[in-house]
């Protein structure tokens, strides 16, 4: 092959480098590692992490069962080992994947159109506010306090940096749901639009209705935000909502530490050319059949460079494929189910529970531990091998006495009681 | 039509419907354990407003079913591992099985990324091994990971270097790209809240240090430069390029889309780069999987470190911990600490070579590119005469007299069993032909593609109008991708 290229050795193939530019050194790292002893590093590192512990974690992060098929399906190398599918002739598995997992997140969402996904959740709220500000051509958020705090911090960092204008507005310390009173206040005429969360962080349903009402009346669009997909089994849809972006972590995505996860962006149609990201589209070959390309790419960066409606190049292709697995097997009735199961956990685990807010929620909720701080209850918890909730004074300086709980589909009735003998 | 071409012969598939239309009242594919606590009356515990009738038309299908469509649907797919992808800029190399293996494995699959910090070790060191391997692959004194991906990590850098400007009492202006660029870099700056001056490469498809001299002032904040640059040149001013933007204060951002050509070989941090993304699903061989997830690590040098995004990992009495108090920061930009089980499966590609084993794999992927373009050099015009690094790049102008273009070609290729290249990128180059193979392929691979693309050549002399129509032997023909555009349907319905 040297011969071929006309070179002498290998090391010719980078001798036209300046000298400067060299690597005068070897790369300081062990020498390769078979895959026994790779396999046996991770095993051993994963041994430091949490093992057999029951969890009560929610917060943007759930813990559901994987059914086996979604990682049967995303391991075919024809899934995982492709590209961005540009060629359409030879990536119409993708493709049409893409386009199912479209019409599942409308279906699910209640809104006309949606994009191949987002990096995830946190990082879909400002696409979702940049989105909002192209609609108005205006340039301030008001975003729910009560927004998963994290989403938050992601917002205000892409804010900052592209001179628009994030201001919060509080909740409601009865019910837990935005203070309706305190966003009327702050809603004029240079509101783009208006972000909450259903369920919020608290795991409380909002009430959309009245938010998008309010919201519409100043000339603002409503962006609704969810971390927890399965509640879209059982909740009302934000059919009321302009834009509607969220995480999909709990379609048998694993919390993998908080990642790779895969977030969704949906509109009506009537915005369809402001969305961001990649959308897989509907047309037929030269015979006649029907066939799937990706579509509207004037949007996007490749194409339109300065001008694009968002730098995003990458979606979540393989975890919305997990995630569009994962609808399919549940389908209609087993999402309903599944919603079912999860409300009536997390109502078990909270009855009885000194619950500061009266909204209604789906599978995670808000509780103070009696006679604990909700450090010392964790710690009672961990040494019956159970993580307990998240306590709430990192987030929320008001709510130090609190944790947020969640129970799923998975979480056994004898934890559940367990945790309940901890807090009361 | 012969029945063998190139590395294929057209085999049968499964004509499949989509999930709604194989939907059936009734049918159901899970399985729930039953319920151990009281059902609740979801009106009740909600609010009958806030329940929901049904999930209209949401697929109604059986366990057979669903692994029957998803398996139809991927045997339409080409992936790497049925053979050459090779995409320019997009190094689409083998992505080993073991990484996907130790990703699943419990421990880290199933940590919550609020689990507490003591029962988080293991995901915490792993973190600070690929930042520590990823600084010494970069030349870089720090290192983040939590950008989900390449434009993301485009996004992050950007920030850092307008944080640190602003810390020096200006942000600037302008962000320098270069004509060649991939359009992240330009659409990056924009939402980073900054313009764009475009840098017009010279006759080699290099940086002109003359032009950027005459265009670097104390406006300009960065320049973003992707090295190799996407014409798979490496910039060999680039210390001078450097120096340049530095004496006027300017930040000097580097696109590490091509970090395949470097890896053991130059370090960005030794020519001059301040602030580097790096694609771990390119470089560090984790799955493409049609289109994501990706991870888009950034490395700095010292200066811009205060900057980077909250929270950053230390180590105190021998135990990680998440530091968020970090009062410099851009603040943060993804939730958690980043696409986690990418950044496993990245640590293991780079476990599995170690320090010499990268250094091989970089000069097999210089090998293979150098070695595709002295094959194809006589039939395809070569677009810039300097030496090629990890991809070589053609333009089209000898097929365009015969009313061929890069499209066509591509699509051909595809008649011969091969992923196309990478179609008219970079825009400076007529009709550009991007190839990167990769450090991944054999010699026999190589030869079969090259003999695809010379048959082809010599189809477009003979018979240029069967090239224009193709594909041929894909189950679908050429897709009308104007009407899609035109009269978008981006769902199914009813």
């Known amino acids: 092959m040297l011969d071929a290229c006309g070179l002498k050795s290998l090391d010719d193939l980078y001798s036209h480098l300046p000298a400067e530019a060299l690597f005068p050194r070897s790369l300081d790292i062990p020498a390769g590692k078979s895959e026994y002893e790779i396999s046996d590093y991770f095993k051993q590192q994963a041994a430091k992490n949490a093992n057999g512990y029951a969890s009560f974690l929610g917060a943007g992060v759930y813990a559901h069962y994987r059914p086996v098929l979604c990682d049967v399906v995303v391991s075919r190398g024809e899934f995982l080992t492709s590209y961005t599918p540009y060629q359409a002739e030879i990536a119409q598995g993708t493709l049409t994947t893409i386009f199912e997992f479209q019409t599942m997140v409308c279906q699910l969402t209640g809104m006309e159109v949606a994009n191949a996904s987002m990096y995830d959740g946190s990082t879909a709220v400002p696409e979702a506010a940049m989105m909002a500000a192209r609609v108005t051509g205006r340039h301030k958020f008001l975003v729910a306090s009560n927004l998963h705090p994290e989403y938050r911090e992601v917002l205000d960092t892409a804010a900052r940096n592209a001179q628009l204008h994030v201001e919060p507005f509080g909740y409601d310390s009865k019910t837990g749901t935005i203070d309706i009173a305190g966003l009327e206040s702050k809603l004029d005429k240079d509101i783009a639009c208006v972000i909450l969360q259903s369920p919020n962080f608290f795991g409380i349903v909002e009430n959309i209705k009245q938010a998008s009402e309010l919201a519409h009346k100043h000339g603002a669009l409503l962006v609704v935000v969810f971390s927890e997909a399965v509640s879209l089994g059982l909740v009302e849809p934000p059919r009321d909502a302009d834009i509607v972006v969220g995480e999909l972590q709990s379609f048998a995505i694993s919390p993998s530490y908080g990642g790779p996860f895969a977030g969704i962006i949906a509109t009506k149609e009537k915005y369809m050319r402001q969305i961001p990201g990649r959308l897989v589209g509907e047309t037929k070959d030269a015979d006649g059949n029907r066939a799937f390309c990706l579509t509207l790419s004037t949007r996007e960066q490749h194409i339109r460079r300065e001008k694009a409606t968002s730098n995003i190049c990458t979606n979540q292709a393989l975890i919305a494929l997990m995630a569009t697995v994962f609808m399919s097997v549940y389908g209609k009735q087993g999402l309903r189910e599944l919603a079912e199961q999860n409300l009536a956990k997390a109502h078990y685990l909270a009855k009885g529970l000194d619950l500061p807010f009266s909204g209604p929620f789906f599978n995670e909720f808000v509780a103070r531990p009696k006679g604990r701080t909700p450090e010392e209850a964790n710690a009672a918890l961990l040494e019956k091998k159970i993580i307990g909730g998240l306590p709430l004074g990192r987030f929320f300086p008001e709510l130090k006495d609190s944790l947020l709980l969640c129970a799923t589909e998975m979480s056994k009735r004898a934890d559940i009681d367990a945790v309940k003998e901890v807090l009361l | ?494």
């Not at chain 2, 598939?13 to 151990?36: A, I, M, R, V, W």
């Not at chain 2, 049904?54 to 991927?74: D, M």
């Not at chain 2, 933007?245 to 300017?250: C, D, E, M, N, S």
């Not at chain 2, 189950?475 to 981006?490: G, L």
Request: charged share 20%.
């Open chain 2, 1 to 494: 039509m012969p029945k063998t071409l190139g590395k294929i012969r057209p085999h049968l598939t499964q004509n499949e419907s989509l999930l709604f239309e194989l939907s059936h009242p009734g049918k159901t594919g899970y399985q729930l354990p039953e319920l151990d606590v009281p059902a609740v009356d979801a009106a009740e515990a909600l609010g009958g407003e806030n329940v929901r009738t049904e999930i209209e038309h949401f697929p109604e299908v059986s366990e057979v079913e669903v692994i029957r469509h998803f398996t139809r649907l991927s045997t339409w797919n080409y992936g790497i591992d049925l053979g050459l992808f090779p995409l320019g800029s997009c190094t689409m190399k083998y992505n080993p099985r073991i990484n996907e293996a130790v990703a699943r494995i419990e421990g880290l699959a199933w940590a919550h990324p609020y689990q507490p910090e003591s029962l988080s070790q293991g995901a915490m060191e792993i973190a600070a091994v690929l930042e520590q391997y990823l600084g010494e692959i970069f030349g870089m004194d720090a290192v983040t990971l939590q950008p989900a991906a390449g434009a993301h990590g485009e996004y992050t850098g950007i920030m850092l270097v307008r944080a640190y400007l602003e810390s020096q009492g200006n942000p600037r202006k302008k962000v320098l790209v270069p004509d060649s660029a991939h359009g992240t870099n330009p659409a990056t700056a924009i939402i980073a809240g900054y313009e764009v001056a475009t840098l017009k490469s010279n006759e080699q498809g290099m940086i002109d240090p003359a032009v950027l001299e005459a265009a670097v002032d104390d406006t300009v904040a960065a320049m973003m430069i992707t090295n190799p640059n996407t014409v798979g040149v490496f910039e060999e001013n680039i210390v001078k390029i450097a120096g340049i933007l530095h004496a006027k204060g300017a930040q000097v951002y580097m696109d590490g889309a091509n970090l395949n050509a470097l890896v053991g070989v130059a370090r960005p941090g030794d020519f001059g780069i301040d602030v580097l993304h790096s694609n771990l699903h390119k470089t560090f061989s984790t799955p493409h999987g049609g289109g994501g997830p990706g991870a888009g690590a950034v490395g700095v040098k010292s200066h811009l470190e205060p900057f980077l995004p909250t929270p950053r990992l230390r180590q105190a009495n021998g135990q990680w911990t998440w530091d968020y108090n970090c009062p410099q920061s851009i603040g943060r930009v993804r939730a958690y600490y980043g696409n986690f089980g990418v950044l496993v499966r990245a640590l293991a590609y780079i476990m599995a070579h170690g320090g010499p084993g990268l250094r091989n794999a970089t000069l097999d992927a210089l090998l293979n590119a150098n070695y595709l373009r002295a094959k194809l050099a006589p039939y395809f015009q070569i677009a810039y005469n300097a030496p090629s690094m990890h991809e070589c790049v053609f333009e089209d102008t000898r097929q365009e007299s015969k009313g061929v273009r890069t499209g066509d070609i591509a699509k051909r290729l595809i008649d011969y069993g091969f992923h196309p290249y990478t179609v008219s990128f970079p825009m400076i180059v007529h009709g550009a032909l991007m190839i990167e193979p990769t450090e991944t392929e054999s010699k026999q691979e190589l030869d079969a593609f090259c003999e695809s693309l010379i048959a082809i050549a010599n189809e477009i002399d003979t018979d240029p109008e069967m090239v224009k129509h193709a594909p041929y032997m894909t189950r679908t023909s050429r897709v009308d991708e104007v009407t899609a555009a035109r009269k978008p349907i981006v769902r199914w319905k009813p």
